[in-house]
């Protein structure tokens, strides 16, 4: 860990400076406030992060600080907010969000998989992953990781406090390892937690593994949309076995609708498993909610039913407590958890 690190060791890097992690409250560990893959008017890729619009701030302002202030009112004090360059918003967009909202965002730099031809906006292999990731080598990609994490992103005083990384498929992409090995790296020197998209059952194995031979200690490591994977009675065994040598897990796209969430019972009974086998530890949640341009211009995600970030504590939350979701079991996940994972270590 680099000198810069060391100094900040037990503390939480928030857009707004460090911070105790017991100010933190409960923490959602996965959700977006920005995420803006896809000019649909000029039908281009976006693959520079700009200054933002004064109409796309505004909106922002209007329509997420309300939500994260009532998100208050249920105990959140912060989001890990894991979107990646150059899809995120402006600095200065974070911190002043933070601020009028009175929640901590862990904002992330890193790397995102190589999304599938054929689905959201990708129509060519050349819109899969952001252009920079094909030309820059293993050791510029973490460079990049590094400056943004210990000296701010595009020289403004925000640090990222977090590394995202992605990958789909059980079998990683050529670009997905080079971005998994640069994270790596990263992490190594910056003691700050990588937090991983990985939504298909193998997937899990894949990046633990590869994290693993790159000597990250697996307890700095958080996979994200596994869910599914922890329903499935076989692949939980594999996180349980992950979960014993240190891994984080990380069910999101609760989609809790007007049925109640009677379908998210398994899901339940599968936390409840976690906690029989000793791994509570290892759990926590987030919605994968919030602004993106991933399927149309840039608005409220779609894929999930609204409001964003508020929807945990009106709708998931509630609808877990009546299917059998403990206090204890809660607590652990949505504060102790974070509280423990997301420091400087």
């Known amino acids: 860990m680099n000198t810069v690190m060391k100094q900040l060791q037990g503390k939480v890097v928030t857009v707004r400076g460090p911070v105790e992690p017991s100010v933190l409250g409960q923490v959602m560990m996965h959700d977006h406030l920005h995420v803006d893959f896809y000019d649909w008017e000029k039908q281009q890729l976006i693959t ?20 994260l202030k009532e998100c208050c009112n249920y105990g959140m004090g ?5 979107t990646f360059p150059p899809t995120r918003a402006w600095p200065d967009v974070y911190r002043e969000v933070s601020e009028r909202s009175g929640v901590h965002i862990i904002l992330c730099t890193g790397l995102y998989r190589e999304i599938e031809s054929g689905t959201y906006f990708v129509k060519t292999p050349n819109n899969a992953v952001w252009p920079y990731v094909r030309k820059a080598t293993v050791e510029e990609l973490a460079e990049m990781c590094v400056r943004e994490i210990t000296k701010g992103i595009h020289d403004t005083d925000i640090h990222a406090g977090a590394i995202k ?14 971005s998994f090995q640069a994270g790596a790296r990263a992490q190594k020197a910056t003691g700050v937690h990588i937090t991983t998209h990985c939504t298909k059952i193998g997937s899990e194995t894949s990046q633990l593994k590869l994290l693993d031979q790159e000597g990250v200690d697996l307890r700095r490591v958080v996979i994200g949309h596994t869910a599914g994977h922890l329903m499935n009675a076989e692949c939980r065994k594999a996180c349980l076995d992950w979960m014993k040598r240190g891994a984080n897990f990380l069910p999101t796209n609760m989609g809790i609708g007007k049925d109640g969430g ?20 290892k759990l926590c949640l987030g919605l994968d909610s919030g602004y993106c341009s991933e399927s149309c211009p840039f608005t409220r995600v779609k894929f999930l039913p609204e409001p964003p970030f508020l929807h945990m504590f009106t709708h998931t939350l509630p609808a877990f407590r009546k299917m059998g979701l403990t206090p204890n079991e809660e607590d652990m996940i949505m504060r102790q958890n974070p509280q423990r994972i997301i420091p400087v270590q």
Do not use: N
Request: proline share 7%; hydrophobic share 40%; net charge negative.
């Open 48 to 67: 520079e992060e700009k200054p933002c619009s004064a109409e796309r701030r505004r909106y922002l302002l209007d329509d997420a600080v309300p939500l």
């Open 78 to 82: 912060a989001f890990v907010d894991p």
């Open 165 to 178: 990384l992605g990958s789909s498929a059980p079998q990683m992409t050529e670009l997905e390892i080079k």
């Open 262 to 281: 009677t379908g998210w019972q398994s899901l339940v009974d599968a936390i409840h498993a976690v906690f029989d086998a000793g791994q509570g530890d």
